[in-house]
């Protein structure tokens, strides 16, 4: 029975805000809290004494802010993820938080349901996104992508060229046409999978996108994470529209 609870451990500096979450995941099936933090420092010495599997962390607090303590916490415990706790979907602390190893990103209107989903995904390898979170970091991230014309050789950037060739339906990285121009050594194929993850598609999905099975499309998916050094979907989309590889040119 043990291994099916998830030990969790709540960070936020307002007391009303964060008795109010340990009352509501109390509630939730299969979620043990394991102890709640004021601040940064305090979440960073807690996960050292509790080990939890999985840190839900507000951004704006004392001492030690959130990104610094999600900074903190996933180099020294990689094994416990952090979902994020905003007050509002643009919160310009979503983006380093993402960099710092976030993988979950909640507002704090979020009911007792999409609390326990956020977790499950992370516990198991997805982003737990929010909707409203979602569009705001994928906005974030298409404002920081870099837009150059599709036309002219030569720049060492990823973003421009022709589009990659792909079969009917799969989406064709911008500036990704041939392997030699897209960055780490990336594939083709590769970008395409990779863009397909920007999408928010899942493996299945992806499959049957690009008429493969589920098999080879995890073996990309490995391939393209080791080359590029990102550690999860998150941090994959991040990359992606960081190089301009997504399946929709703007």
Do not use: C, W
């Not at 979440?43 to 599997?53: I, K, M, S």
């Not at 643009?90 to 983006?95: I, K, N, R």
């Not at 999408?199 to 393209?224: D, M, P, W």
Request: glycine share 10%; charged share 20%.
């Amino acid at each position: 029975m043990t291994d099916a609870v998830t030990r969790v451990l709540v960070a936020d500096d307002q007391t009303v805000v964060r008795e109010g979450i340990v009352m509501l995941l109390g509630l939730l099936p299969g979620i043990e809290v394991v102890g709640a933090a004021a601040d940064g420092e305090e979440a960073v010495a807690l996960v050292e004494r509790h080990h939890p599997d999985v840190v839900l962390m507000d951004l704006r607090m004392p001492r030690v802010d959130g990104v610094e303590a999600t900074r903190r916490i996933r180099s020294a415990h990689p094994g416990t993820e952090v979902v994020v706790l905003t007050t509002y979907a643009d919160d310009e602390s979503l983006f380093p938080a993402l960099q710092a190893g976030a993988r979950g990103y909640l507002t704090k209107d979020a009911g007792g349901e999409e609390i326990a989903k956020a977790i499950a995904d992370v516990r198991s390898g997805a982003a737990g996104l929010s909707p409203q979170v979602q569009l705001r970091l994928l906005e974030r991230l298409s404002e920081a992508s870099p837009k150059s014309a599709p036309s002219g050789p030569g720049g060492p950037s990823a973003a421009g060229g022709p589009s990659a060739p792909g079969g009917a339906g799969a989406p064709a990285a911008p500036g990704a046409a041939r392997a030699g121009e897209l960055p780490d050594g990336l594939t083709v194929r590769e970008a395409e999978v990779l863009a397909l993850i920007a999408e928010g598609l899942s493996n299945a999905e992806i499959a049957q996108r690009l008429f493969v099975s589920q098999a080879t499309v995890k073996t990309h998916i490995n391939n393209l994470f080791a080359k590029t050094a990102v550690r999860d979907r998150a941090q994959a989309v991040a990359y992606a529209f960081r190089h301009g590889i997504t399946g929709t040119q703007q």
